[in-house]
């Protein structure tokens, strides 16, 4: 994706983290200008409109041109001309259709994909490093890393022991089920596979966007502040675990668990909530045990 | 910035749908307890229409609003945002309507 305008240009950077290249030569070319007046030329201008023939029969018949006046914005003149269609369907259809798609692989290999989700910072990456070094031994672990840039992350959890693959998104704020879809494509994990997708560090865009996993789990610490559920409503609504993280650090900053857990519950009332430190290690079971019922 | 996803979708699925005719007007819906900005959406839907069928198309926005069941009261009552609370103190409540992001229509030409 474009980073100057957000326009579609090449689309994210799918890489495999190997264990000693560092190859820079993913094709980020931008070989389009920023006049505007090139981004869409790749996108389908339905050459395949053949295919529709069916259902517009009848207004073939148009003699005048619309391209002498395309540009004019006067509404008045195009009464007869137009016709209407009632679509009604979902904006994200296409999304939610991959997503699907992406969960049938997924189920048909016995693979369990949990989104993860958070604001940056949060201890996501530390929390998952910690996972795959204590839980490696029930069963094979993958991971795919979404960042707007870098494989830093991905590198990190590849020292950890496991595969990855990092999805660098650009100027995109989210992972969307397209995305993922490329990913398990790259990644190829194992039947029976437990597969973590962490999500780019945001607390608004991901929550819109299904990518075909079992559950969402959000990742708050307390460093972040109690009312962080009410603040990003929507990122919580859409979860089924809220990991509150770092509680190493609640003797140094002024964090109200209970109220937190009140907040999340008010915007969500089933949703299920854990305590941890992913440094230090306490109330991680309770995490493992979530995991392994999920 | 998910608005510029979002209405990108909203783009593909309508060019996709008039097959080569000029599009007119989009009629979508996005409801008020969606975390999408119906003012991001148009100025992205200029930029993403370009050099479309779509281009210079009107995008016309209606934001039903947030409503709630109580499962407790029995009472219909609105929701500003997404904290579910009933006034009668119930938190068992049920989203009506608010959460739709749908396209209805289109007019071509």
């Known amino acids: 994706m474009c980073a100057t305008c957000g326009c579609g240009g090449d689309g994210p950077v799918v890489t495999v983290a190997h264990d000693h290249d560092h190859d820079h030569d993913h094709d980020h070319d931008h070989d389009h200008e920023h006049g505007h007046d ?13 295919e529709h023939e069916h259902d517009h029969d009848h207004s073939h018949g148009n003699e005048h041109s619309h391209d002498e006046h395309s540009h004019d914005h006067a509404d008045d003149d195009r009464a007869s001309a137009t016709e209407t269609i009632t679509l ?51 069963r094979p672990i993958a991971v795919i890393e979404g960042d707007q840039e870098t494989m830093l992350d991905a590198d990190r959890i590849k020292a950890a022991g496991c595969s990855v693959v990092q999805v660098n998104t650009g100027a995109g704020c989210h992972l969307d ?75 140094y900053v002024d964090f109200d668990t209970e109220m937190c857990e009140k907040y999340a519950r008010s915007i969500n009332p089933g949703l299920s909530l854990l305590s941890v430190s992913a440094t230090t290690g306490e109330g991680i079971d309770a995490w493992y045990a979530w995991v392994t019922k999920c | 910035m998910h608005e510029m996803s979002i209405t990108q979708s909203v783009v593909d699925a309508v060019c996709e749908h008039a097959a080569g005719r000029r599009v007119r007007e989009v009629k979508i819906q996005v409801g008020a307890l969606c975390a999408v900005v119906p003012d991001s959406m148009q100025f992205c839907f200029e930029l993403v229409t370009e050099g479309t069928l779509m281009e210079g198309a009107r995008l016309d926005i209606e934001q039903p609003p947030g409503k709630a069941s109580c499962r407790a009261c029995g009472r219909d009552f609105t929701l500003t945002d997404l904290i579910l609370l009933c006034p009668c103190g119930s938190a068992d409540v049920e989203i009506l309507s608010g959460r739709e992001l749908r396209i209805m229509s289109m007019e071509v030409s």
Not at chain 1, 45 to 50: A, D, E, F, N, W
Request: charged share 25%; aromatic share 4%; with cysteine.
């Open chain 1, 88 to 138: 009604e369907q979902k904006v994200l259809a296409k999304n939610d259709l991959l997503a699907e798609r992406n969960r049938g692989w997924l189920a048909g290999r016995n693979i369990l994909a949990l989104n993860m989700m958070s604001s940056p910072g949060s201890g996501k990456t530390t929390l998952l490093e910690r996972t795959i070094r204590e839980m490696s031994g029930e």
């Open chain 1, 38 to 50: 090139h981004v869409h030329d790749h996108r389908p201008q339905h050459s395949h409109v053949h």
């Open chain 1, 177 to 251: 089920a397209d995305m993922m879809a490329k990913a398990l494509d790259a990644l190829d994990p194992a039947f029976g596979s437990l597969l973590f997708v962490e999500n780019v560090g945001n607390l608004v865009c991901p929550a819109l966007f299904d990518l075909g996993e079992k559950a969402r789990v959000v990742v708050i610490s307390v460093t972040e502040g109690t009312d962080k559920p009410l603040k990003y409503p929507h990122m919580f609504a859409a979860a089924d675990l809220v990991v509150i993280n770092k509680i190493d650090l609640l003797p």
